[in-house]
């Protein structure tokens, strides 16, 4: 009787799982194979958006400091200087500002991803990036867009050295916005992203 009852009872047991078959580590049902594979993927993830963040600051820097060679080095005499007009010497201090900024961040990342050691906390980084970016990209498309109709009003009378300097350096602050505005949208991923490892 007794062997009956442990029958019943055994028999009312759901039945032991199976473990996993062996193989890759995708098929298996979640667990710590599963869990190593998300923090890999997750690793290998906020390494490409750091590395991207510091080509797109690097290219940044790059326009900006052409933009900024280009409107310092326009100076023919007369009314062909820069410093004469107002919306120019606006595009030569905003290419300053834009340079300094992105220089300092790419240093700042360049340094971070050969030591490996954080200036600051990720989220504070983030946040700040992020509104940084954004700020100064701003600055380069205002400086950009005031200097427009000026240089277009120019060559309607005469295209010459200066105009074709002044249009090179617009262009440029033009590209220095697009690579930094991206770049904002990436500091607002990383800022989005709230779980840290």
């Known amino acids: 009787m007794a062997d009956e009852n442990v029958h019943k009872v055994i028999d009312g047991l759901p039945a032991p799982a199976t473990p996993p078959a062996a193989g890759d580590g995708e098929s298996q049902a979640p667990g710590i ?26 290219f940044g820097l790059v326009f900006s400091l052409i933009a900024f060679i280009v409107m310092a080095s326009n100076t023919h005499g007369d009314w062909k200087d820069f410093d004469r007009y107002e919306e120019y010497r606006y595009v030569l201090a905003i290419a300053i500002l834009s ?8 240093l700042r990342q360049i340094h971070e ?24 990209a701003y600055l380069l498309l205002s400086a950009a867009s005031s200097a427009v109709p000026l240089t277009n009003r120019m060559r309607e009378n005469s295209d010459n050295i200066f105009t074709d300097s002044s249009v090179a350096a617009i262009s440029m ?6 690579a930094l505005a991206v770049s904002a949208l990436i500091s607002g991923y990383k800022l989005s992203n709230k779980s840290y490892i």
């Open 113 to 136: 991803l050969s030591t490996g050691k954080e200036s600051f906390s990720r989220q504070k980084l983030a946040l700040l990036s992020f509104i940084s970016d954004q700020v100064v």
């Open 33 to 58: 194979g599963a869990g190593v594979s998300n923090i890999v993927r997750r690793w290998k993830r906020e390494d490409l958006v750091k590395r991207g963040s510091l080509v797109l600051h690097g």
């Open 173 to 178: 602050e033009f590209l220095a916005f697009f």
């Open 99 to 106: 340079t300094l900024y992105t220089g300092l961040q790419v």
